[in-house]
């Protein structure tokens, strides 16, 4: 009878235990490559449903997500009408991932906290921020809740609405999402933390930094990437090596999960499932939302016509008056105290920089 050699006894390791004896190496399962590789799609270009993988999602609901879309697309298009205009010194452009950011906050509840990177701040209309608001954030005039400490287009939400400032830099935002859903499960809260951060964020340092602690401490933490396929190859060098962005994160110990970033409702059930899993204790998800060309307002608008759930021509009119009116009031209101300089940066400002205010110097 033969002896079984050492290596027929080692059962299975994971990647990065180091037993090179051992029979064969585990690093991920077949599902989870499946889910970080593939492309999750539920409603197809050309406006047609899948309803067996249909996620609970109402007719109001969808609406009102169009809507925003809608509302986020035009203030968009003003933005950089104002920024060739020299009025504004510049708009991060949120076009073709209007679905992405509105469709993880839709299946968000009220009390999730929402961590905006450079291009979803205005992610915070759909928590009911009004036009306005956003409208005196570019201007960074005296009605601007940050007091235009923040570059246009990245707009201070009220406490209330649970929207984080918008970070400037690709990343800076994940280790505040982290830290913000340690404290959550510290706490025991049924919340959790969506952070967004577009593909250039993956090769930052606190991209690493974030998604390591958030595994590691299995926090109740969700990352949606927008993953623009065009910006990818107009870049010179690629941003990684790795089969998708999504399979980096089972590097971490997180599910990847792959969707059409076009499709509202693909990312919706992929957003959904990882909230209930991070309030259940599972831990952090991170979902690839790829954009490949498609109009995401074309796609959800074809839906929603078919299904006669929408006017679109008259909410395009009501939201174009919506936006022009709150821009043109916006604009002839003057800017913040000087004294909001300081304000909110010192405890207690330097008797110099009061001095200097004083005298106006």
Not at 230 to 250: M, N, Q, R, S
Not at 317 to 326: G, L, P, Q, R
Request: hydrophobic share 50%; glycine share 8%; proline share 7%.
């Amino acid at each position: 009878m033969a002896t079984a050699s050492k290596a027929d006894k080692l059962p299975p390791i994971r990647a990065g235990m180091g037993d090179v004896e051992a029979p064969s190496v585990e690093v991920w399962s077949d599902d989870d490559h499946r889910r970080a590789t593939g492309l999750l799609t539920i409603l197809s270009p050309d406006g047609q449903v899948d309803r067996a993988a249909m996620p609970a999602l109402s007719a109001e609901a969808a609406r009102d997500a169009y809507r925003t879309m809608v509302r986020i697309r035009v203030l968009g298009e003003r933005a950089r009408t104002l920024v060739s205009e020299g009025r504004i010194a510049g708009y991060p452009d949120a076009r073709g991932a209007e679905a992405a950011i509105v469709g993880a906050a839709a299946a968000l509840a009220a009390a999730d906290v929402i961590v905006p990177g450079p291009r979803a701040a205005a992610v915070a209309l759909h928590r009911g921020l009004p036009v306005a608001a956003l409208a005196a954030q570019l201007y960074g005039n005296a009605n601007d809740v940050g007091r235009g400490h923040q570059p246009a287009g990245h707009a201070v939400s009220p406490r209330a609405l649970n929207v984080m400032p918008a970070s400037l830099l690709p990343a800076t935002q994940l280790p505040h999402a982290v830290g913000i859903a340690w404290a959550m499960k510290m706490q025991r809260k049924a919340q959790l933390a969506l952070a967004y951060l577009d593909r250039v964020a993956t090769s930052a340092e606190d991209f690493h930094a974030g998604l390591n602690f958030a595994a590691v401490f299995a926090v109740p933490a969700v990352f949606v990437c927008v993953n623009d396929a065009a910006a990818g190859a107009a870049a010179a060098v690629p941003e990684t090596l790795a089969e998708t962005l999504a399979i980096k994160a089972l590097t971490y110990g997180m599910p990847g999960v792959r969707v059409d970033g076009a499709d509202l409702f693909a990312v919706y059930a992929a957003t959904a499932a990882a909230a209930e899993r991070a309030r259940s204790g599972g831990g952090p998800t991170f979902i690839e939302a790829v954009i490949a060309g498609d109009d995401p307002l074309d796609r959800l608008r074809v839906w929603l016509t078919n299904e006669k759930l929408i006017d679109d021509a008259a909410l395009r009119k009501e939201v174009d008056a919506e936006i022009a009116t709150a821009l043109e009031a916006e604009a002839k209101v003057g800017p913040p105290p000087l004294h909001s300089m300081i304000e909110d940066v010192y405890s207690t400002p330097p008797a110099a920089l009061e001095e200097a205010l004083r005298t106006k110097r």
